[in-house]
C-alpha cells in the first residue's frame, strides 16, 4: 500500500487527519514564547516613585542682629576769623568841638557851602553843585590804626558822594573810603589830582541808599592791607602799599540838584598791633582812573 506524505502538518492517515501533529505544537510554542521575549524588551521597567523631601521648617530669628554703622569722623571746628585783629590802646578821640583842629571848618555859616562844627558834629553842606568839600585832622600822623565815626546823612541826590579820608598827607594825596547816595561804596587812592578805584563798586544791606539815615563807619589798616567796616560789620578787604601814613579827614562831592548834608561824630581811633600774612590780591580787571576836580 503506498504511503502519502503529511501535508502541512498533517497527518495524512485517515482516522487522525485533523489531530495536530508534533511539529505544529512546537511552532505553536516557538511563536508564543517569541511573541513573550518581544513584549519583555519592548516594555521598559517601571519607574520607582519617589517621595519628595519634607524641607526643612526654617528657624525663626526673633531678635536679628544689626549691622554696626560706621561712625563718622570728627571734625574739629575751626574758630572764626577775627576781622578787627590786633586792637589795642586808644590812640585819638574827637568830639568835634574844635573847629581849628580841622582844616576848613567853621563854626558858623558862611555861605550856601560849608564844613561847619556844631553840637559835636563836623557837618558837610552844599546847597548848590557842583561843589566838592573836604576837611582834614591837622597834626594828626597814624600807621597802623582803627578808626571809626558815626554818619548822620540828613539830604542826598543821587549823583551825590561822601566819606572817609585816610593815611592822607593831604586831600590830593590819600585814600577814601568813598560812599555814594545810591547805595554803593568803593575805595579809591587820590594822587595828584588823579583818583584810582581800588576796588569796584559794592552794595550792602549796611549802606542805605539816599536820606535820611544813620550807620557807623569804620577802617582798619594794617601795612598793605585795608579793611572796612559799616555798623561794625565786615565788608570786604583792599591791598595796597603807596601810602604808609597820614592823617584822617571826611569829604563830600556834590552833583545833585537838591544838595547835600551829612554830618559825622565820635571819631575813635584806637592802635592796630598786626602783621599781615604776605596776601596776594586775586587778579582782577584794573579799573580806569578818573579824574576828579581839584
Known sequence: MKLTPPIFGYNANVNNRFAPSFWVWA????????ACVSNAQVSSPPT???APTPSATPTIVWF???ATPTPYPTFQPSPTPNPLPGLGN???SDDFSQPLEWTNARQQSAGSSNVLMSGNRLILAANVAPVNLSTLRQGLVLNDFYAESNVTLNRCGARDAYGMYFRAATEAYAYRFTLTCEGRMRVERARGGEVYPLSDWETSGDLPPGAPAQFKIGIWTAGNEMRFFLNDRYQFTVLDSVFRNGSVGYFAVIRSE???NVSFSSLQIRAVSYVSPTPTPTPSRTPTPTRTPR
Open 27 to 34: 511552532g505553536l510554542l516557538a511563536v508564543l514564547l517569541g
Open 48 to 50: 520607582a516613585t519617589v
Open 258 to 260: 537838591v544838595g547835600l
Open 64 to 66: 536679628p542682629s544689626t
Open 90 to 92: 586808644t590812640l585819638y
